[in-house]
């Protein structure tokens, strides 16, 4: 577990994987830490996510870091039980995780580096913060080497309560109706349970960060198709002017929809 947090608290990006109510599910997230452990601080765009995985065994993946010749190296996935705070005012993320996130995630630099700043964006501060449990399960890794590497998510046990979370590719990723996967060595093929491979990429200033999946059952090395959404990519370029400012205001409303939403639940008058 030592060597996992370490990893985790040097990474700019990991995922966050669970079998969730319509399957299995994984998102890209900001690694940070709290208490010593890993967490992620999701802003309440996101509150939707968060509910699926609150109260239930997550994996929380990280790829490896390059080695001297700049190669990737092996990857690390801690499985175990998570718990959610939701951190409606924001102290919490405040005072523990956003020195954390200034330095990993750029656009966060921009909405919250000064106090006039989080007056301003007080949509991005609230946050759910979903930390994983001391006692996991850690495994290694394949390295990801391309574009094409991505993430394989599915049952563990026949209880359907244990995410397993593996490294897999594919010579083609365009297909929307049964994919050929490649899959490592140690990593077991499919008994026909429910499937959910994704991948992720980001610009330099992360102003887009954009997942891709394919989504489905898996007998053997085959993954029959049953959702989609992109594909891999090399590169993701940064928005423009116009596609920054739209993103901000999209933002902004999918966080002041989820900061109203947790309100209502817990009862808080706006």
């Known amino acids: 577990m030592e060597d996992f947090i370490r990893r985790w608290r040097r990474a700019g990006t990991g995922e966050l994987c669970w079998l969730g109510a319509d399957g299995p599910r994984g998102v890209a997230v900001v690694p940070l830490t709290r208490g010593g452990l890993p967490c992620v601080a999701f802003p309440l765009a996101r509150l939707s996510e968060v509910d699926d995985v609150t109260g239930r ?3 929380f ?18 499985v175990g039980r998570v718990h959610v705070e939701h951190d409606l005012a924001g102290a919490v993320y405040q005072e523990e995780l956003l020195h954390q996130e200034l330095v990993k995630y750029p656009p966060t630099r921009l909405r919250a580096d000064s106090m006039l700043a989080r007056r301003e964006n007080w949509w991005w501060i609230a946050r ?17 080497l391309t574009a094409d590497d991505a993430l394989l998510v ?12 593996d490294v897999v590719s594919a010579r083609d990723w365009s297909a929307r109706d049964d994919v050929s996967l490649l899959l490592p060595a140690a990593c077991p093929p499919g ?3 429910q499937a959910y491979v994704f991948g992720h990429r980001h610009s330099p200033d992360f102003e887009r960060w954009e997942t891709w999946h ?13 959702d989609a959404a992109g594909g891999p990519v090399e590169t993701i370029r940064p928005h423009g002017i116009l596609g920054r400012l739209h993103g901000h205001r999209t933002l902004a409303r999918d966080c002041r929809a989820g900061v109203a939403e947790l309100e209502s639940r817990l009862g808080v008058s706006g």
Do not use: K
Not at 61 to 78: E, L
Not at 135 to 140: F, H, I, Y
């Open 128 to 144: 759910a913060i979903v930390g994983l449990d001391v006692d996991v399960e850690v495994r290694t890794l394949p390295p990801r």
């Open 214 to 226: 394919r989504a489905g059952g898996l007998t053997g090395r085959t993954l029959r198709v049953a």
């Open 154 to 165: 599915r049952e563990a046990d026949t209880e359907g309560l244990l995410p397993r979370v």
């Open 57 to 59: 065994v997550a994996a």
């Open 191 to 193: 008994a026909g349970e």
């Open 61 to 78: 993946s990280v790829p490896g870091p390059p080695d001297a010749a700049g190669r990737p190296g092996p990857g690390m996935v801690a």
